[in-house]
């Protein structure tokens, strides 16, 4: 079932009319519906993230280091259960209820926030959370792939991520808001986290369609379901994946860095910290779809480029040593745009690089890749901070990933030349 973004006129046969050119710009209703579920959850998700900066390192007390050990875990330890989730979700040929159970894993560890106070527990609850997205994401992106036409299949994910930041835009303004009236309410932000969150898993149980890939694919061409292989993997596009973006992932610092970066230039109050997480969101929020359809149309691989580049373009805002609300502004919005460019769009990359049958574990392969960087990335960064100080840190990585920028497009030359995906 599909859901028509531009309705198609009728033809009639007995007028003299000149050929019309029409776009594939259907969107699946399975599509929506895992899209809403990501926005319940990410409003649970972003809402914590929001403020878990400052609680870490304000609140409790811990050091840079502490928080980057943690933001590494928040990245990264995800990576541990990628390949398993997609696994199971290729073995089984039910990539919802893998998603089901990642999804309830995270519910559940947000009960423990609003018991964990210190560095060990505090960690443990960040760590089984981001296991249950780590478990829901690559069976999720399976979904949407299967649900998709491959033309169509990066705007698909732009209409995906756009419901999915709709959350990610609101989960900040809440905890805002609730902070605003209640100064220390970070156990009543918990408590709404947790809300949405179960609101997600129950609206996945109930209103998104199970579908079975392999199973509808051997149906449809009757012929005998295929069997997961591990060797179906081994294309060398993925290799080139999987090499580019682990690359690119060990110099992505997250976010919560560079928000405090901004912070502490600044100065602005601490109630408005979430807010930089609003800008951000907002702008993915506005380019999720039209940079979806520019990969579609250009190359996925370019797009996923350019948005490194973005993020280029960020770090060096952070690391100027002026301040303001215009270069606050810009900064986000280039951080916008890099998620909004390389987010979907590296799902999409990977699922041009392997068959139906290895599909989920293809896609979590290459999530795998990043989160593992990104875990590196980011505790190296607070190890980095603390040693040389903000504003060096900053250049250091901003230098690296200039240099990564042009090395990852020649790995990624193949895909790039192809230009539009077929």
């Not at 914590?48 to 990264?76: F, H, N, R």
């Not at 894993?105 to 018991?115: M, Q």
């Not at 156990?187 to 149980?205: D, H, R």
Request: hydrophobic residues 55%; aromatic residues 8%.
């Amino acid at each position: 079932m599909y859901i028509s973004l531009s309705d198609r006129k009728p033809v009639d046969k007995n007028k003299a009319t000149r050929p019309t050119r029409t776009a594939t710009t259907r969107v699946s209703s399975v599509v929506i519906a895992l899209g809403i579920v990501s926005m319940f959850t990410d409003i649970s998700t972003e809402s914590v993230s929001a403020i878990l900066p400052l609680y870490i390192t304000g609140v409790i007390g811990l050091s840079t280091v502490a928080y980057g050990v943690i933001d590494g875990l928040y990245q990264g330890i995800s990576a541990v259960v990628r390949i398993a989730g997609g696994y199971a979700a290729d073995r089984a040929d039910q990539p919802k209820w893998v998603a089901f159970f990642g999804y309830g894993v995270s519910a559940l560890a947000r009960v423990g926030l609003l018991f964990a106070s210190g560095f060990a527990a505090l960690s443990a609850v960040i760590a089984v959370d981001r296991l249950g997205k780590g478990v829901r994401t690559a069976p999720r992106d399976a979904l949407i792939t299967a649900s998709s036409e491959p033309d169509n299949l990066a705007r698909s994910f732009g209409v995906h991520r756009m419901l999915d930041t709709i959350g990610a835009a609101i989960g900040p303004l809440l905890a805002f808001a609730i902070l605003f009236f209640i100064p220390d309410g970070y156990s009543t932000i918990f408590v709404v986290s947790l809300a949405f969150a179960i609101l997600g898993v129950l609206l996945l149980g109930i209103v998104v369609p199970n579908k079975r890939p392999r199973a509808e694919r051997a149906t449809a061409h009757s012929t005998p379901r295929a069997r997961f292989r591990w060797r179906d993997l081994n294309d060398r596009r993925l290799r080139r994946l999987l090499l580019a973006a682990g690359l690119l992932g060990l110099v992505t610092v997250g976010d919560g860095f560079i928000y405090l970066v901004l912070q502490s230039k600044s100065g602005f109050a601490a109630e408005y910290f979430p807010l930089l997480y609003v800008g951000t969101n907002v702008a993915f929020l506005a380019l999720a779809i039209p940079l979806g359809r520019l990969a579609d149309r250009f190359g996925r691989a370019r797009i996923f480029i350019l948005g490194h580049i973005a993020l280029l373009a960020a770090y060096v805002c952070a690391a100027l040593p002026a301040a303001g609300w215009q270069l606050t502004v810009a900064c986000l919005v280039l951080l916008g745009t890099f998620y909004a460019a390389t987010d979907g769009i590296l799902a999409a990359l990977a699922s041009q690089a392997t068959s139906i049958d290895t599909l989920a574990s293809g896609i979590a392969a290459a999530q795998t890749s990043v989160a593992a960087a990104r875990l590196l990335a980011s505790v190296g960064f607070g190890l980095l901070w603390y040693s040389i100080g903000r504003d060096s840190a900053m250049t250091v990585v901003a230098v690296a990933l200039a240099v990564l920028i042009p090395v990852t497009a020649v790995i990624l030359g193949g895909l790039i030349r192809a230009g539009k995906p077929t």
